[in-house]
């Protein structure tokens, strides 16, 4: 008896000390007895990585993950049952009886496992600082299982893809099915090697985006990567047939990763401070970007129109299909190789030439291996002496490139890129051939014919050009520069800047206008009339005319050519010039062929064209990106400070342009804010600290756009509201909608479509957060476009907006109040509480 009950005692103890082990298990690690319940988390011993069970945004179904501490749910960088969610809140995560890490669901059975197939009893699961789950052997520590290697769409430091060129396995990025559902999506992101590895996007098996190759530095096909990713960047190829490309900063409080989207665009966040993420890049910034854009032959190039354009020596394969605006058929070579044309008796066989392209970037299909063992010159020689080669280049970091078959997504950059070299007959570039001489001899005979025919009638024009340009310069010499506290000199500097701008003669503009005639008036806004014209070299153009009664005057007028002549986006209308003659002050614009935002939205007398939800949601991100522009990436700040839907115009293809930059203000480098005695814009767009107390930055901007967003989507002009004094407002009227849940009765019955609902609703939530009332809760324009975009997934709940309510008065009733000297402030804001 004695016996067994020591027995039992021993029995006991171990069991005891084998609880003891396991509670003294780290918080990181997952083991036989420790698990992990919905809704249960695991943290990295750093505290950077967490491990448990979420749900997307709009999504009730429940998934494994691994998130950012600091950033929760908005930043989950690895899914294990992506494609097997939870339908309940009941999962566990936990070590199954082989070893395997596996995800149960209610009726615990495994929806999800790390399917190792040698089966290994003793494991552990470990979340790293890194933010890799691993399955360790407990034996020896070693890893036999990572989420690294399994990744869905995120790139975090220290991770690897990789390829193998002989077996063909792959450890890649691919999108989520979109921001509700992390399922696996149609883009992938990879390493992609034809001698030379670069990385690829495929939407399905069709590429879709490439970096260029990979010079041992950077990618050449990335302009600027080395002012936008510091260090850490690496592409190692192991001599085994295996590539691995990864990063990782030197500085561990940086956060950084790369998503691949579900639109199929790689975004780089970034966090130097932990408290929010910033967009640092993007893969695909505009359309050239797009693999193959053009076709064979093509160049593609952002700044120009159109942007597709066959190389010298080419022509369109489909003319037809090319002036409609789709390039993928590409060009055809217009003169065969001087090598690949047979020569009769005794003609001289000329020796092909290249065609010099300056930063470029490189096609794709590399033919012939990379060597350092040659020069630029030798290269050269090389391709000329093969008569299949048809292009060439040279970079210091891989050596000597050539191509022999069709050149493929050509992109021409405005900074960095290569020289490319393409072959041409040499009588596509020959100038040899020709009498210098005889030339000469022609060209100065009818040259002094013509000048001598011609001086006296040049010479009156030439006169009454300068006459007008020099009256034009007396009447901006002696306007005031816009904007408020400008130092004298600046002053003087931009006027000199501004009579760069082309000077049309009030002449040839009544000429274009019919006289501004009253059928070719587009419409009225504060600054006066704006009418349709046509020059004589056909170009159509919208005429600006300073009205004798607008309460603006030729401040607002060199405040907008000040600015606009300066800002060059596919977002901003471009100032074509001006003309100041007496009393006559006007600005020439490219013509917009669908007038402006306002018109199609809300007048529904002119509503020739309605626009769909994709339509409305492509110029909502334009509109985004042109302010964009105007904050943070043109030579200047900008804040235009009279942003609505009237200033919005459309060009043919419905893109958005901001115009009206009369009202606009330059900011300096280190200057976030400003004051103004005088408060000038429009009535409903105008954020409550600009209207109260004259007081603007770009979260003035912000609140307008939210307003402008507002009206997108429902249809409803801001002021439309106002009809008696117990109406509300727009903004009054979202809120109250907001917090009854019952948003969709906001929405434009028109894009009210079941497939379009979460993306709308999820514009309705930024445009309250835009327009909160105080300017630190508003986002800036990045973070907006992010949330618009379902990069920053997850958003805060808005705050109360501001509630305007009375109109600020017009510039003539201000300008008699200061007579009187009281203040011109005359907005006040009413405090609605929400419920």
Partial sequence: ???????????????????????????????????????????????????????????????????????????????????????????????????????????????????????????????????????????????????????????????????????????????????????????????????????????????????????????????????????????????????????????????????????????????????????????????????????????????????????????????????????????????????????????????????????????????????????????????????????????????????????????????????????????????????????????????????????????????????????????????????????????????VKLLELPIFSLEELASATNNFHQSNKLGQGGFGPVYRGKLLQGQEIAVKRLSRASGQGLEEFMNEVVVISKLQHRNLVRLLGGCVEGEEKLLIYEYMPNKSLDVILFDPSKQELVLDWRQRFQIIEGIGRGLLYLHRDSRLRIIHRDLKASNILLDEDLNPKISDFGMARIFGGNEDQANTNRVVGTYGYMSPEYAMEGRFSEKSDIFSFGVLLLEIVSGRRNTSFYHDEQAMSLLEFVWKMWNANKIAALVDPKISEPCFEVEILRCIHVGLLCVQDFAKDRPTVSIAISMLKSEIVNLPRPKQPAFTATQIATETTTSQCNKSGCSINNVTVTMVQGR
């Fill in 1 to 495: 008896m004695k016996l067994v009950r020591e027995t039992k005692l021993f029995e006991l103890l171990i069991l005891l000390s084998y609880f003891c082990l396991e509670s003294g298990t780290a918080p990181d690690t997952i083991t036989t007895t420790k698990f992990i319940n919905d809704p249960e988390t695991l943290i990295s011993s750093n505290g950077n990585f967490k491990l448990g069970f979420f749900s997307p945004a709009n999504s009730t179904y429940r998934y494994v993950g691994i998130w950012y501490a600091k950033f929760p749910a908005s930043s989950i960088i690895w899914v294990a049952n992506r494609n097997k969610p939870l339908k309940t809140s009941s999962g566990i995560l936990t070590m199954s009886e082989d070893g395997n890490l596996v995800v149960l669901d209610e009726q615990e059975k495994i929806i999800w496992s790390s399917n190792i197939t040698d089966s290994v009893f003793n494991t552990t699961a470990q979340l790293l600082d890194s933010g890799n789950l691993v399955l360790l052997e407990k034996k020896n520590g070693t890893i036999i299982w990572e989420s690294f290697q399994h990744p869905a769409d995120a790139l975090v430091p220290k991770m690897k893809v990789s390829t193998n060129v002989r077996t063909g396995q792959k450890v890649q990025l691919t999108s989520w099915t979109n921001q509700s559902d992390p399922s696996t999506g149609t883009f992938s992101a990879g390493i992609d090697v034809f001698n030379l590895p670069e990385i690829s996007i495929w939407n399905g098996s069709r590429r879709y985006w490439r970096s260029g190759p990979w010079n041992s530095r950077v990618f050449i096909g990335i302009p600027s990567m080395d002012s936008v990713f510091l260090d850490g960047f690496s592409l190692i190829d192991d001599q085994e047939g295996t590539f691995y490309f990864s990063f990782a900063f030197s500085n561990d409080s940086i956060l950084s990763n790369f998503v691949l989207n579900a639109q199929g665009n790689i975004v780089q966040n970034y966090s130097n401070n932990g408290d929010n993420w910033e967009v640092r890049w993007l893969a695909l910034k505009t359309e050239c970007d797009v693999y193959g854009k053009c076709g064979a032959f093509g160049i593609c190039n952002s700044n120009s129109l159109p942007i597709c354009n066959c190389l010298v020596g080419f022509e369109p394969k489909n003319t037809e299909e090319w002036n409609r605006g789709n390039w993928t058929s590409g060009c055809v070579r217009t003169t065969p190789l001087q090598c690949e044309r047979v020569t009769t008796d005794g003609e001289e066989r000329k020796k092909d030439e290249f065609l010099k392209l300056k930063m470029m970037k490189v096609p794709y299909f590399i033919n012939r291996s990379y060597t350092f063992e040659i020069e630029e010159d030798e290269c050269r020689d090389q391709c000329l002496e093969n008569c299949s080669c048809i292009a060439y280049a040279y970079d210091a970091g891989i050596g000597c490139m050539s191509w022999t078959r069709d050149l493929i997504d050509l992109q021409k950059f405005s900074i960095d890129g290569v020289d490319l070299y393409v072959r041409l007959a040499d009588s596509e570039l020959d100038t040899k051939g020709v009498d210098v001489k005889v030339v000469i001899t022609i060209t100065t005979t009818i040259g002094t014919l013509f000048v001598a025919i011609c001086t006296f009638s040049l010479w009156l024009c030439m006169a009454k050009r300068k006459a007008r340009k020099r009256k034009t310069k007396e009447a901006l010499a002696y306007a005031k520069f816009p904007g408020e506290s400008k130092p004298e000199q600046d002053s003087m500097t931009n006027q």
